[in-house]
């Protein structure tokens, strides 16, 4: 261990160490194909605490610290970063239930969620809302029994499997931006919702489309927290989803490289094992110090959240920053298996896909950065959001 973990965090790590790599590892790229999310090991993952470590023990969850959270996602990802999008999801949508569902909704959603008995979606970008997504336009309309919600949510992971979703939708007036946002907990079977399906370059496990909502009926029970809340409360979850995706991403790019190195003794040319080569081993060192960096500031980021302190910047920062990171990282140590590495053989080349979608998914390194300069500067850096 490199930093400073209790020995109960410590054991978590060997417990799912040992989970990941036999029973995630193996099947990384094969699942691919199936381009689902095993109902199987979910509920496996759920039974041994693997789903929602930092959500509250009362409705299900492991009650763990955030830090705790990123050691799972870290042991995870290294061995299927799909199959750890189930931790991510978790952990920022389950702990948006859990803060403002009603006490029974939270109940029973958080807790089934942290079984591996369902997944829960979050809805939030729109066709003309990306970047911007205050500017939303999703309707909901106040209706006898609740709301009634129509428009378009688009590029959503697990769009075609998700039981649940969080929907942001416009409660309020247009021009009100964040003020008129509220958050709705849609079951994914109402009348009136349907799907389509993206064809992406990677993530094909998790999936990703649009949900388009008809005229759907959604109990007043269902509005989470506050009208006109919504969309602050999503944004605080992202300040942790943050560092978790930057966890998320590194992890495999970790795999690979230890696989370089491993390959570059064995490898030769010239006579000789290409870890001889300054100009082989000198990216693997680079990479070494970018993935060990990079990994501490997701770490700082959770610590921070732990202990009550501001992390906004942070967060931003492990979010521009870990997925490119680990992208150039994978790339290097799949050039550097030459023409194996371009194989479909060896899982370099769909590391490198499945990594890529996060330097987007959960906001762009552009808005990451304005982010950053808001923290230091306030709404000088960003005076139109
Ligand atoms: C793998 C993946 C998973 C995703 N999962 C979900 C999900 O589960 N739920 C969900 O709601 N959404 C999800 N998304 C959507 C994602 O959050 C958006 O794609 C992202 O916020 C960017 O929005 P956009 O694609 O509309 O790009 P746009 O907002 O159209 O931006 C296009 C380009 O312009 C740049 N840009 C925009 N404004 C500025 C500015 N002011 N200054 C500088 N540059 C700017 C952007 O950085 C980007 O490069 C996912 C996306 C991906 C790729």
New binding site residues.
Partial sequence: MDFDVTPEQEAIREATRRFAQERLAPGYQAREGEARIDRDLLREMGSLGLIGADLPEALGGGGEASVTAGIVMEEVARADFNIAYVQL?ASLNGSIVAAHASPSLAQDVVSRLCRGEILL?????EPG?????ANLQLRARPSSGGFVLDGE??????AEQAEEIIVLARSGEPDARAAGVSAFLVAMDSPGVTTSHFD?VG?KVVG?GSVFLDGVEVPAERLLGKQGQGFRQVMHGFDFSRALIGLQCLAPARASLDETWSFVQERQAFGLPIAKYQGVTEPLAEAETLLEAARLLCYETLWLRDAGRRHTRQAAMCKWWAPKVAFDVIHDCLLIHGHQGYSSELPHQQRLRDVL??Q????????QK?IIARERVGKLA?P??
Wanted: hydrophobic share 45%.
């Fill in positions: 999801l979606a979050l809805g939030l970008t809302a990306g970047s911007d997504a949510k688009t590029s959503i992971s697990l992406d993530a990703r979608g996060l987007i998914g959960d906001g762009t390194a552009q808005i304005m960003v139109y959001a």
